[in-house]
């Protein structure tokens, strides 16, 4: 029975995503109660309605906007894909891109410049910040950004900070907010974990520092209610990709 088939095939996929998810949550060692309100946060993302939008509708807002949000699902590297085709696209429209990240710390600047401008080689650097202690995720993920930002002479901004959820948001909102404040005529790109960039947690700390008005973007990747929702629509079990509108400034890749 396909029908059967397709339901079997739907749980096996949920379960390997769920383990996923586990896996990246259980590098978070604080599993607090802050943690689980962030998740809880996300999780309203059930009831939201979308519209499926073409890949043109998207990049028009992105070329549009001047701080853009992107979603880094840590265990899955479409995420840190995704974000650089969304910088080299950036990159033709003449753009120039100052690029801010969650997995290194802000203490840790100096060090960033230093390979970006060839001092240090990746070993180096990777040595330096501690890289498989204080961030724990595949390089193989980021490597690539790093030689794009090397090659194209583009900035990179650390984000991360010791303390819990809410005062790392409010440790990278001031770093992205200055930063903002000196290069205002860039654009700004952030990857930073999924649970950060729901729009009352990161975006609205930075719009509050920031004494103008800025257009803003925040992209999700792979949103799991509207994931499943799509894929339980499906008559097939498969939904493809696709790029799905939340709001005016708010999208996800699904």
């Known amino acids: ?118 001092q240090i080689t990746e070993k180096e650097f990777l040595e330096d910040i501690n890289y498989k202690e204080s961030w724990r995720f595949p390089w193989v993920h980021y490597s690539e950004l790093f030689n794009l930002a090397k090659e194209r002479e583009i900035s990179i901004v650390g984000l991360n900070s010791e303390g819990n959820l809410e005062s790392r948001d409010e440790h990278a909102a001031n770093i992205i907010s200055k930063t903002f404040n000196k290069n205002n005529q860039a654009q700004f790109l952030i990857l930073f974990g999924e649970l950060h960039i729901l729009p009352d947690k990161l975006p609205q700390k930075v719009n509050n520092k920031i004494k103008v008005n800025i257009r803003d973007l925040i992209i999700h990747q792979n949103l799991d209610s509207i994931y499943w929702k799509q894929i339980e629509n499906s008559e097939n079990g498969r939904i493809g990709s696709s790029i799905v509108k939340l709001g005016e400034n708010e999208f996800s890749l699904q």
């Open 1 to 118: 029975n396909m029908n059967d088939l397709h339901s079997k095939l739907l749980q096996t996929r949920r379960e390997i995503y769920i383990r996923l998810k586990e896996t990246a949550v259980s590098y978070n060692v604080q599993y607090s109660v802050e943690l689980k309100r962030y998740l809880h946060a996300q999780e309203a993302y059930e009831n939201k309605d979308f519209d499926i939008v073409s890949p043109e509708d998207f990049l028009n807002s992105a070329e549009n906007s001047q701080v853009i949000y992107i979603g880094d699902f840590h265990t899955f590297d479409q995420s840190s894909k995704n974000f650089n085709r969304l910088i080299k696209f950036l990159l033709k429209q003449d753009k120039k891109l100052v690029i801010g990240l969650e997995m290194v710390s802000s203490s840790e600047q100096q060090k960033i410049n230093s390979f970006l401008k060839g």
